[in-house]
C-alpha cells in the first residue's frame, strides 16, 4: 500500500513562513504575560476519560479523540461496550487540565497562583477554515483570588498582549452569569427554563432580538415574558460600559445583588482608566459564553472587523471543587491564538526589527581551506547579530536566488572554486 503524504483530515502542516509568525506571537504572549506574573506550566496532551467527561466541557465532551487501553488492560475477547476499550482521550481544552494539575499540586503552588498554558488541543469536529482538529490554545488563569483583582488582571494582560501584536480598535465585552440569571428571573421564567433561554438568546448577533422572540415563542414561553425580557436588551441600545450596566441595575431592582452590579462596574472603569491598548470595554447583557462551568463575570474580545471574535474567558469557581472537595476561586482568559495567526497572515504581517539575513551561495567543488575560510566568515557575521545561511549554489542560481528573496534574504554572497570569478 502506497504511503500517504497528505496530513490526516483535519490536521495541516505548518510550512515556514507560518511557523516564524507562530515563534514571533508565541514570544510576544510569553514575554507580556510574564511582566504581569504569570508563570508557565505545561501537562499532558493525554488525560483521564473520567475528567473529560466530568460534564465541565460543554458540547466539547462530544468531540473527544479516545485514546485505547493499553496492554493487559484492553482485551478485545471480553469487551462488550466502549468504556472497556478506552480510559483515555486526547484533551479539548486547557482548562480541565489545569484544574486537575492545580488540583494535584496545590501544596506546592504560590496562592494566588497565576498560569500561563499554551499547548495543542484536539476536537474531532467538522474542519472548515481556519477551524482544524488540532490547534493551539493559549490560556492564562488565577486560581486562588476571589476579588475582581483577578479579571481586572486578566483582561488587561490580555489586551495588552494583543495590542503589542498589532491589534487596536476591538472590543472587551462583558457579562455576569448572575446578571443573566437575574435578567431570566425578573422576566418571570423557571429557573429550570434559564439554559434554554441563554441558548436562543446566544443567537442574537445572528438572528436578531425578534429572532430570538419568535424562537422563544415557538419553544412555548409566555409572551408576557418574552416582551419583558427583550425590553432589557432594547433599553440598553447605544449605550456601553458602566452607562449600559447602570441602566441594567435600575430596571433589575432586588433582582440583581449590588455586590454584582458594583463589581462589574469596578472592572470596567479600573480596565478603562489603565489600559495601554487601544480598545473598548463593552457591557453586553447578550453575551453568555456556553461553558456550563461559568459561575461569574464572562468576557469575549470581539473583532468586528474580522469577523468574529479572538478569544474569551470568565469566573469558574466552582470547577476546583469538584478535584479538591472543596471550592478554590478560579478565573481564566484564552486568546484564539490559531484565528489571530490567520488574521496576520491574511493581513501580510512583517514581523519587526528582524536582523538582517544574508545567504552565502557555494559553488559545488569548493573545500578544504577555501570552504573552512567561507564558513569563518560567515560565523563572524552571525556573532554580529545576522542571520546566515550558508548552502551549496544550485545550477539554476537565478531561482534560487529568488526563492531566497521571497524567503527575507535580502543580501546574497556568491563564493567560487575560484575567488576571481
Known amino acids: 500500500m502506497a504511503l500517504i503524504k497528505k496530513p490526516v483530515t483535519g490536521m495541516k502542516d505548518i510550512l515556514p513562513s507560518e511557523m516564524k509568525l507562530r515563534d514571533y506571537c508565541i514570544g510576544i504572549i510569553k514575554k ?15 488525560e483521564s476519560l473520567a475528567n473529560l467527561n466530568s460534564k465541565q466541557g460543554g458540547e466539547n465532551e462530544k468531540l473527544i479523540f479516545k485514546v485505547m487501553k493499553r496492554g493487559e488492560k484492553l482485551n478485545l475477547e471480553t469487551a462488550k461496550e466502549e468504556n472497556d476499550l478506552t480510559d483515555s482521550g486526547l484533551r479539548y481544552d486547557l482548562t480541565v487540565p489545569l484544574v486537575r494539575f492545580y488540583a494535584n499540586h496545590a501544596n506546592e503552588l504560590p496562592s494566588p497562583f497565576k498560569a500561563l498554558q499554551m499547548g495543542n488541543v484536539w476536537r474531532a469536529d467538522r474542519p472548515q477554515k481556519g477551524r ?13 483570588e476571589a476579588s475582581n483583582l483577578a479579571e481586572i488582571e486578566l483582561i488587561l494582560a490580555t489586551t495588552t498582549t ?12 462583558i457579562n455576569d452569569r448572575q446578571i443573566l440569571k437575574a435578567m431570566a428571573a425578573y422576566s418571570g421564567f423557571a429557573e429550570d427554563d434559564y439554559d434554554n433561554v441563554f441558548i436562543t438568546l446566544d ?3 445572528k438572528i436578531g432580538i425578534d429572532g430570538v422572540a419568535e424562537e422563544l415563542e415557538k419553544s412555548g414561553y409566555a409572551k408576557e415574558s418574552i416582551d419583558k425580557y427583550l425590553d432589557l436588551f432594547r433599553a440598553v ?11 441594567i441595575a435600575e430596571k433589575l431592582g432586588d433582582f440583581l445583588s449590588s455586590e454584582v452590579n458594583e463589581g462589574l462596574q469596578e472592572i470596567i472603569s479600573s480596565v478603562e482608566t489603565t489600559k495601554s491598548a487601544q480598545f473598548e470595554m463593552v457591557f453586553d447583557p447578550t453575551l453568555v459564553r456556553g461553558m456550563s462551568y461559568y459561575t ?16 474569551g474567558g470568565g469566573r469558574y469557581d466552582k470547577m476546583v471543587g469538584k478535584f479538591l472537595g472543596q471550592d478554590t476561586p478560579a478565573c481564566g482568559f ?19 526589527g528582524e536582523s538582517d539575513k544574508v545567504a552565502y551561495l557555494i559553488e559545488k567543488g569548493v573545500k578544504g581551506q577555501r570552504l573552512s575560510d567561507i564558513i569563518a566568515e560567515a560565523q563572524k557575521e552571525r556573532a554580529e547579530g545576522k542571520q546566515v545561511l550558508v548552502v551549496r549554489m544550485n545550477k539554476n542560481k537565478k531561482f534560487q536566488k529568488q526563492q531566497l528573496s521571497e524567503q527575507g534574504y535580502e543580501e546574497t554572497k556568491e563564493f567560487y572554486l575560484n575567488p576571481l570569478n
Open 32 to 46: 507580556t504575560y510574564a511582566e504581569f506574573g504569570f508563570t508557565s506550566i505545561e501537562t499532558p496532551c493525554v
Open 132 to 144: 482544524y482538529r488540532q490547534f493551539m490554545q493559549c490560556d492564562i488563569d488565577i486560581l486562588g
Open 162 to 173: 494583543l495590542g503589542r501584536l498589532g491589534f487596536k480598535d476591538f472590543k472587551i465585552r
Open 203 to 205: 443567537k442574537m448577533d
Open 237 to 247: 441600545e447605544g449605550k456601553s460600559g458602566v452607562d449600559g450596566l447602570k441602566v
Open 296 to 311: 461569574g463575570t464572562i468576557f469575549e474580545v470581539a473583532m468586528p472587523q474580522y469577523g468574529g471574535s479572538c478569544g
Open 334 to 352: 484564552s486568546i484564539g491564538f490559531e484565528r489571530i495567526i490567520m488574521i496576520m497572515m491574511d493581513e501580510g504581517f512583517k514581523i519587526p
